[in-house]
């Protein structure tokens, strides 16, 4: 009877003891596979960040968008598939990999750094005439002015308060402005005309009023075109969305748009309105007032023959616009030069470039780059006059990215956000 127990009692060990065992091979196999997926998720990671830093260096399009797939160290075991697209103002850089069954993507929104050293607060060009400054106005940074300099002008019965009248380095200007990027033109000067990239799906605007509202900027572009009105009022939209029109855009207060891109002959924006978005027109753009455009934004008109004394860009009282306001025409007419209006207390926080005049009644943080000023009081309209305007150079943070806006300047991206 003894011998029995003994032998139960073996057995029982023996069975306790091949549980355990297989046990710590079970958690022992699983930890080694967990650590291989691990393992293999980081380097599909690095190898992803490794081609996003590649992209990046390589600086932005000089033409439409490229696709390709790279062997990062040439032993074919780190491919990448790399995508660079232009969007708007700015570039969609994409990177993909996959290793046994993992797939990691990541796709960034990107534009170009502007080193300190180069900032130009304000650089106006046109012919050999002062700029003259009344009141409160204040340019800060660097500037590159007409010959004839900057002077103290009294006006509507107010003279200049500053103790100086430029607060930083001034150097010549040329009789031109710096040409803009044509990529920059050409591209978006394509999509106002209707001519997209391959590559995009274009439905109609009532597919898109019935189903998308938000578009993955790993998958094509969608383009909602519609010949007549498109009118967004009320509608909610987010990605990788273009909206194309031939005749005119309406953005109601009550739009939520985000990332998206407008491209139509005239554009109005409704007072009240709060989003990111890219605008581009051939005739116009109108923005009321209290709206607030956050980075990065777009305001940019592309004219080939100006037919009126409209402004191509309006921007009502307590606007904010973060990002970019251009007005530039393919034949600059003496007549009809591309105009920007910035009213009372609006803000601009990035680069502004007007291949004509600039009516600056509120503020800009960062850059401008235009032909001349225009100053229109209920009393007299003057030509190259600033009063209780302000433009600083210096209140841009150094981390900031605008877009490739003049042609020959640094190329190296970075990343503005994560899509």
Not at 63 to 82: A, M
Not at 378 to 397: F, K, Q, R, T
Request: overall charge neutral; hydrophobic content about 40%.
């Amino acid at each position: 009877m003894l011998r029995a127990a003994a032998l139960l009692y073996a057995l029982a060990v023996a069975l306790l003891i091949g549980l355990v065992t297989t046990g710590i091979l079970m958690y022992s196999a699983w930890h080694m596979q967990a650590w291989q997926s691990i393992s293999l998720g980081h380097k599909a990671l690095r190898n992803v960040e490794s081609g996003l830093q590649l992209q990046l260096a390589e600086g932005a399009l000089s033409g439409e968008q490229s696709q390709r797939t790279i062997d990062l160290f040439g032993d074919g075991k780190d491919t990448v598939q790399l995508q660079k697209k232009p969007w708007g103002a700015y570039s969609v850089l994409t990177a993909l990999t996959k290793e046994q069954g993992t797939t990691v993507c990541k796709t960034a929104l990107a534009g170009i750094p502007i080193p300190t050293g180069k900032r130009y607060g304000l650089w106006l060009a046109g012919a050999n005439r002062p700029l003259k400054v009344c009141g409160n106005t204040v340019i800060r940074g660097n500037a590159k002015l007409p010959k004839a300099g900057v002077e103290r002008a009294y006006i509507e019965g107010q003279t200049y308060a500053g103790d100086q009248l430029v607060y930083g380095h001034v150097s010549s200007s040329e009789r031109f402005l710096p040409e803009l990027n044509p990529t920059l033109v050409h591209h978006n000067q394509a999509y106002l005309r209707g001519h997209f990239s391959p590559s995009d799906s274009i439905v109609q605007f009532s597919d898109v009023e019935e189903g998308i509202r938000f578009r993955d900027f790993k998958d094509a572009t969608v383009i909602a075109h519609h010949s007549g009105h498109i009118n967004l009022a009320g509608k909610h939209y987010s990605g990788n969305i273009i909206f194309h029109s031939g005749s005119g855009i309406f953005i109601g207060a009550d739009s939520k748009l985000d990332r998206v891109i407008c491209y139509a002959p005239e554009i109005e924006i409704e007072s009240g309105f709060a989003g990111s978005i890219q605008a581009f027109a051939s005739l116009k753009i109108t923005c009321g007032e209290n709206v607030l455009l956050s980075y990065p934004s777009v305001l940019c008109t592309f004219h080939h023959h100006k037919q009126n004394n409209e402004y191509s860009v309006k921007a009502g009282q307590h606007s904010r616009i973060e990002g970019l306001v251009v007005a530039w025409q393919s034949f600059l007419s003496p007549r009809y030069p591309p105009s920007v209006y910035l009213a009372e207390n609006t803000e601009v926080t990035g680069q502004v470039y007007v291949r004509g005049n600039t009516e600056l009644k509120g503020n800009v943080k960062g850059s401008v780059y235009t032909r001349g000023f225009t100053l229109r009081t209920p009393s007299a309209v003057y030509e190259n006059h600033l009063l209780n305007a302000s433009i600083d150079g210096n209140a841009l943070s150094e981390y900031f990215a605008g877009c490739n806006l003049i042609n020959g300047e640094n190329k190296t991206l970075t990343v503005i956000d994560w899509l």
